[in-house]
């Protein structure tokens, strides 16, 4: 007999939700006879597979050893070791100021993404133990491109990763940007559009006027500060689709500093002669939460902002751009 009992970060979930976790390699034809026969109940009683699961909940598996580990699956959660430049964290959620040069999730490729520095980074400090990684898995809840830096917010806790899903769902959590780009901008524009995707090339491409398959796509920018060849931009993202900063204002003929993508090749080859920069220029800067109550209510109403890398920093000061910079944001 296994006994297991719900803490925290498995709080609020599905009961059979959680046993197609536990026992990961079983049919759900198994699972559902083994609650009939009562081989599986729910704080000693016997339980349909639809109940909310509550902290302190008992569970127990009247299976043999060799059935539990044939349909366990237990295999470890990926993990690796990195110093993440923690902004902020409670019992619940993690905001991180990611590198340029990290994946956000997983891909094809197989290289470590913040997930699994996110997960080596709860077990070094404790927040989380390999058992509880059998039923639960840290996540991230915002997708940045992998050059693109600044605040990423993850999940530690079911609860957290289910309102923070929420917010960047219901667009209540204000996301905001910097970048330089190309050409002079000097009034606060909001962009509208639709966004449609290759994915065989993983491009968008931008159109004023609906198309079919298309996405609808709002962007908000305001020019920080100019040297009348580039200008700093503060940009809110209203819709939140794959590359829609760096595209949306390449199609009006403002490309980023550095994209190889979107962005203008002759403009490219000169800052990255002068700066060695060989990604685009975009750092997620600041993140500002809406009045919250429950599970995130330490967060209500804050705004919390990443530190810019080095070489963004020295590029503004190179473009002439500092005094915008600081006038404006600090």
Known sequence: MKQFTINGNEAGQRFDK???????????????????????TLNGKKATGNEKLNQGDE?????????????????AAP???????????????????KPAGMLSQPDETKEPSLVEYVTGYL?????????ELITFRPSVCNRLDKNTSGLVAAG????????????FHDRTIHKDYLCIVKGVLKEQTHIR????????????????????????VE???TPLGSNGRTTLLKVRLVTGRTHQIRAHLASRGYPLMGDSKYGDREFNKK????????????????????????????????????????????????????????????
Do not use: W
């Open 18 to 40: 959680y046993l197609a976790k536990l026992l990961r390699e079983a049919p759900k034809s198994f699972v559902y006879k083994m609650l009939r026969k009562k081989n599986i």
């Open 59 to 75: 569970i127990r598996l009247f299976l043999s050893d060799e059935t539990y580990l044939k349909f366990s699956g237990k295999e």
């Open 79 to 97: 993990r690796a070791s990195t110093d993440l430049a923690v902004i902020y964290e409670n019992r619940d959620i993690l905001l991180i100021n």
């Open 123 to 131: 077990l070094d400090t404790g927040a989380v133990t390999e058992e």
């Open 156 to 167: 530690k806790s079911l609860a957290g990763l289910q309102a923070l899903s929420e917010l």
């Open 193 to 216: 559009g639709y966004l449609k995707k290759d994915s065989r090339c993983n491009k968008v491409t931008v159109y004023k006027n609906k198309v079919q398959d298309a996405q609808p």
């Open 219 to 221: 962007t908000v920018y």
């Open 271 to 330: 800052c990255r002669e002068r700066y060695g920069l060989r990604h685009q220029l975009l750092h997620a800067f600041s993140l500002t939460f809406p009045h919250l109550e429950g599970d995130l209510c330490e967060v209500s109403e804050k705004n919390f902002r990443a530190e810019l890398p080095e070489l963004f920093e020295h590029i503004i000061k190179e473009e002439h751009l500092e005094e915008s910079y600081h006038e404006n944001l600090e």
